[in-house]
């Protein structure tokens, strides 16, 4: 299912026209059979397999390959994957770049975002979408999230027991000016926070004793 994604995101890309060049990672040589990886380069990059057009890249080597010298390396195991999105964006080769998640069909070329006025005038340059509003009871007070980030938890009498989340799927962002929140979030992602609270309660202890 995940091939057929984004064989149509890559083909409604195409269709609209869409002249920005792209990026398709992969999680494992697993996840992109050497059969498919040859037919979306010579489709979609200009009938050449090494097309700078379009460039597909194995996001677990970057991680085994960059991340051990960052520090910043993610739980690779389990099915769920939503929490390596954000490495996808910081090892793009791409300082703008536009994520798109693999089930999006675009019916006009994206390349407009780029020079859209609410992109152009954010100190950020940075572009979000709203997801759908859920239930105040999924964002449990404890979910440490609150406490790294000093926010306050919301309460069911916010907005009526919603609260509004933000789109995961598709966003822009200029690497030139939001590397520091990019690379907050792969900190968050990588289960960094847990081994440096662990080693401060341990300081802790050790102090106390």
Same mark, same amino acid.
């Given at each position: 299912?995940?091939?057929?994604?984004?064989?149509?995101?890559?083909?409604?890309?195409?269709?609209?026209?869409?002249?920005?060049?792209?990026?398709?990672?992969?999680?494992?040589?697993?996840?992109? /059979?050497?059969?498919?990886?040859?037919?979306?380069?010579?489709?979609?990059?200009?009938?050449?397999?090494?097309?700078? %057009?379009?460039?597909?890249?194995?996001?677990?080597?970057?991680?085994?390959?960059?991340?051990?010298?960052?520090?910043?390396?993610?739980?690779?195991?389990?099915?769920?994957?939503?929490?390596?999105?954000?490495?996808?964006?910081?090892?793009? %080769?791409?300082?703008?770049?536009?994520?798109?998640?693999?089930?999006?069909?675009?019916?006009?070329?994206?390349?407009?975002?780029?020079?859209?006025?609410?992109?152009?005038?954010?100190?950020?340059?940075?572009?979000?979408?709203?997801?759908?509003?859920? /239930?105040? $009871?999924?964002?449990?007070?404890?979910?440490?999230?609150?406490?790294?980030?000093?926010?306050?938890? /919301?309460?069911?009498?916010?907005?009526? $027991?919603?609260?509004?989340?933000?789109?995961?799927?598709?966003?822009?962002?200029?690497? $030139?000016?939001?590397?520091?929140?990019?690379?907050?979030?792969?900190?968050?992602?990588?289960?960094?926070?847990?081994?440096?609270?662990?080693?401060?309660?341990?300081?802790?202890?050790?102090?106390?004793?």
């Amino acid at each position: 299912m995940l091939l057929t994604n984004a064989f149509l995101l890559l083909a409604s890309l195409q269709r609209v026209r869409c002249e920005l060049p792209m990026e398709l990672f992969h999680f494992g040589a697993e996840e992109m /059979p050497a059969r498919w990886r040859q037919m979306l380069l010579e489709r979609f990059g200009d009938g050449n397999a090494a097309s700078s %057009r379009l460039d597909v890249r194995d996001l677990r080597a970057l991680l085994h390959e960059k991340g051990s010298l960052s520090g910043l390396t993610p739980d690779m195991g389990g099915s769920s994957k939503y929490h390596l999105k954000p490495f996808a964006l910081l090892y793009s %080769r791409f300082q703008e770049v536009l994520f798109l998640d693999a089930d999006i069909v675009v019916l006009r070329d994206v390349a407009c975002l780029f020079s859209s006025p609410e992109y152009l005038k954010k100190e950020s340059s940075a572009l979000f979408w709203k997801d759908l509003s859920s /239930p105040v $009871g999924l964002f449990d007070a404890s979910n440490p999230i609150f406490y790294l980030l000093s926010l306050d938890p /919301p309460t069911r009498k916010d907005r009526g $027991g919603l609260i509004e989340t933000q789109d995961s799927a598709i966003l822009v962002v200029d690497k $030139g000016t939001a590397l520091e929140p990019l690379l907050l979030v792969c900190w968050l992602n990588s289960g960094g926070h847990s081994s440096d609270q662990r080693q401060e309660e341990k300081v802790n202890e050790e102090e106390d004793d």
